[in-house]
Each structure stands twice: as C-alpha cells, then as structure tokens.
C-alpha cells in the first residue's frame, strides 16, 4: 500500500490557507455590507480606541471591513500557491500569511484611529 501522507499534507494546507482567506472575505464583506450601527461588544472591530467614540467606531468599521476583504484575497492566493509546495510548508504558507495580515489589519486599522484622534484632540483643543 503506497503512503500518500506528503500529498494530503499539501491539500490540507492549501485547503487551509483557502478556507481563512474566504471566511477573511466573507466577515469583511459581512461588516461592509452590514456595518454595527453602535458600539457594542459582540459585532464589528472592537478595540478600546475604535469602541472610545462614534466617529472612530464607524471609520473603524469601513476600514477594517475593506482590509478584510482584501487580505482574504491574498491569503486565498497563498492558500492557492500552497497546492504547488510539498510537504507542510503549504500549511506553513497559510499560516504565516494569515498571521502576517493578521497582524496586518491591527497594525494599519489603529494607525488610522490614532490619527483621527490626534486630530479630533487638536481640533478640540482649538475650539478650547
């Protein structure tokens, strides 16, 4: 009987990095389509900065839904890009990558926030 292990560990990881990218896709485009119109805790990008004010919460939801959906895409490439590797290094791929843009879409989504904020406190300031 022939050991097929390294072929369904390809599979596995390719089909890995598939299914994040498209679930990545399908909640951005959820959030987009459907954006929380308050602040809560259950629904939408929820961080202490993005829940601190209307304003950052709704700019928090536009942004971090478009990332989303963008990063589903490319992790969906990677996943893709996974069925051409051996071994786990597909499901080393997917991983990493989704990680990454994990990482990603905190790092830019906050950075956005904290400008608005910086903003909003010199604009209040010169109201002052």
Same mark, same amino acid.
């Not at 959820?30 to 919460?57: D, Q």
């Not at 997917?94 to 830019?108: E, K, M, P, Q």
């Given at each position: 009987?022939?050991?097929?292990?390294?072929? /369904?560990?390809?599979?596995?990881? %390719?089909?890995?990095?598939?299914?994040? !990218? *498209?679930?990545?896709? &399908?909640? $951005?485009?959820?959030?987009?389509?459907?954006?929380?119109?308050?602040?809560?805790?259950?629904?939408?990008?929820?961080?202490?900065?993005?829940?601190?004010?209307?304003?950052?919460?709704? /700019?928090?939801?536009?942004?971090? %839904?478009?990332?989303?959906?963008?990063? !589903? *895409?490319?992790?969906? &490439?990677? $996943?893709?890009?996974?069925?051409?590797?051996?071994?786990?290094?597909?499901?080393?791929?997917?991983?990493?990558?989704?990680?990454?843009?994990?990482?990603?879409?905190?790092?830019?989504? /906050?950075?956005?926030?904290?400008?608005?904020?910086?903003?909003?406190?010199?604009?209040?300031?010169?109201?002052?």
């Amino acid at each position: 009987m022939e050991d097929n292990s390294e072929g /369904e560990n390809v599979l596995t990881g %390719a089909v890995v990095g598939i299914i994040i !990218g *498209v679930c990545y896709f &399908i909640l $951005g485009l959820m959030v987009f389509k459907k954006p929380p119109k308050m602040i809560n805790g259950i629904y939408g990008y929820r961080t202490p900065r993005a829940m601190s004010n209307p304003e950052l919460w709704d /700019e928090a939801q536009k942004y971090s %839904a478009n990332l989303m959906m963008q990063f !589903g *895409v490319i992790i969906t &490439i990677f $996943g893709i890009i996974g069925f051409w590797l051996t071994d786990v290094r597909a499901l080393v791929l997917s991983l990493v990558a989704t990680g990454f843009y994990t990482f990603r879409l905190f790092t830019r989504v /906050e950075g956005r926030l904290k400008q608005m904020q910086r903003a909003q406190q010199q604009q209040n300031e010169q109201n002052a």
